[in-house]
């Protein structure tokens, strides 16, 4: 393919060169250099393959530590909800009222203000 593509250049420039004498200069690319220079484009995509697929994994361990954290804190949650509930209970705030030495009241009485109470 590559001596295909000489023919056609080598003869196009024979053709250039022949309309213009002065500057003509020979210009051809060796099937070799082409061949580098794919390999090169390859070799550099797969680097970048590479490091895109590195980056991935690693994004993917970090969502996986912050999953079994979310988990972890939404059982935390649940276990302090269960005390405080537990702690608001009447069997609790019972124990509680006799261990501080609290007494019910029998009546509640009410101060009223005869008055306004504050005044502008």
Do not use: H, P, W
């Not at 020979?26 to 390999?39: E, H, L, Q």
């Not at 079994?68 to 935390?76: A, F, I, V």
């Amino acid at each position: 393919m590559s001596k295909f593509l000489m023919m056609i250049g080598n003869k196009a420039r024979q053709e250039n060169c022949s309309i213009k004498q002065n500057g003509c200069r020979k210009f051809s690319i060796d099937g070799r250099v082409i061949n580098i220079a794919v390999v090169v484009m390859i070799c550099f995509a797969a680097v970048v393959y590479l490091a895109e697929i590195n980056d991935m994994a690693i994004q993917g361990f970090k969502m996986k530590e912050l999953e079994e954290k979310q988990t972890q804190l939404k059982d935390g949650v649940k276990k302090i909800e269960m005390q405080v509930a537990e702690m608001q209970s009447m069997q609790k705030v019972q124990e509680r009222i006799g261990r501080l030495g609290m007494v019910g009241v029998a009546e509640v009485k009410y101060v009223s203000s005869g008055g306004a109470v504050a005044v502008k």
